[in-house]
């Protein structure tokens, strides 16, 4: 497989910084092709602002996502992000690795979704109509690559448990896994999550590594989160709601991933909401 590894850590002496090499080193002993995005190595520009179109009139009111299909679409994006979206294409599977800063990723990374996803690249794909609302959550550009998130915590596996206080794991990673991923095609692995990184003791970083390289020995074939697909009538367009008759009375983000009993409940792909088709497409 060809895998990119977008890594977001300023310390290569760090935890993160061990474990990026070890990913590296144990994916290319596999046979695997790893090419490397480390932003702060990169030195990478974390905001999206006018810098990011050289076209853009500065008398003009910048309009990011305006501004993003033009400069996408005309070939005038910045060197670096045109550059991150070839990686994107080249890429198989796609690991994310970062410490959790603040309940999610660190800035320099996020600023990375919000630069590489232009519009018509990450967003704004595929027909949007009463019956198609964009090639968007389980297809788009990245559809057929496998995504995956190796993310540490300094909270211990309980503060993220279901009655943890931080929240549950998965609840966090939502956003990241659905909205990010999941949003533009990839398939998305669970997570693998190092907790309590304040006590790391030596024996606790070789199981982690075992543990780790178990996980990446199995990318391959390793199953997806079963997020509903958009598109395969789960849901009501243009509501985007998800049908009454799948998973009744429950509510949370776990609506959102199909479950066993679901099945035979509704006709996928057939029993679309009529809806006046839409003049543009929307990101939202
Ligand atoms: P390091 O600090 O580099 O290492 C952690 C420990 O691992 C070290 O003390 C050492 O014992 C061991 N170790 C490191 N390298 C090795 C090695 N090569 N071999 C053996 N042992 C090693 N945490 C949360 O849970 N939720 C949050 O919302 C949150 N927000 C944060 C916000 C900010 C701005 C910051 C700075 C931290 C936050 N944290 C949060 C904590 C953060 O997630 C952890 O500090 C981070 O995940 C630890 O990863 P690291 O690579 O920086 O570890």
Avoid at 252 to 261: D, I, K, N, S, V
Wanted: with cysteine.
């Amino acid at each position: 497989m060809n895998v990119l590894l977008v890594y977001a850590h300023p310390e290569p002496r760090s935890l993160n910084g061990a474990l990026r090499d070890f990913t590296v080193a144990r994916l290319r002993a596999a046979g695997h092709a790893v090419q490397v995005s480390d932003l702060h190595a990169m030195r990478w520009k974390a905001v999206l602002d006018a810098e990011d179109f050289p076209e853009h009139q500065r008398d003009d009111p910048l309009n990011p996502s305006r501004a993003s299909r033009l400069a996408y679409a005309a070939g005038t994006q910045t060197d670096d992000v045109a550059a991150e979206q070839e990686k994107l294409r080249w890429a198989d599977l796609v690991i994310f690795q970062f410490p959790m800063w603040w309940f999610s990723m660190p800035a320099i990374l996020k600023g990375w979704f919000d630069r590489v996803y232009a519009y018509g690249f990450g967003y704004g794909v595929g027909e949007h109509s009463a019956t198609h609302w964009g090639d968007r959550y389980g297809e788009g550009t990245l559809q057929g690559k496998r995504a995956m998130l190796v993310v540490s915590t300094g909270g211990w596996a309980e503060h993220y448990g279901e009655r943890g206080i931080n929240g549950p794991i998965d609840d966090l990673l939502f956003p990241i896994q659905h909205g990010m991923l999941f949003y533009p095609g990839f398939a998305v692995l669970p997570p693998f999550v190092i907790h309590k990184t304040g006590s790391m003791d030596a024996q606790r970083f070789d199981a982690t590594l075992q543990d780790l390289g178990a996980r990446l020995d199995a990318v391959a074939h390793t199953a997806p989160i079963p997020y509903r697909r958009q598109n395969h009538g789960d849901y009501l367009i243009p509501a985007l709601t998800l049908k009454a008759e799948l998973s009744p009375g429950r509510s949370g983000f776990a609506l959102h991933c199909e479950r066993p009993e679901d099945a035979g409940a509704t006709a996928r792909n057939s029993d679309v909401h009529n809806a006046p088709a839409l003049s543009s497409p929307v990101h939202s």
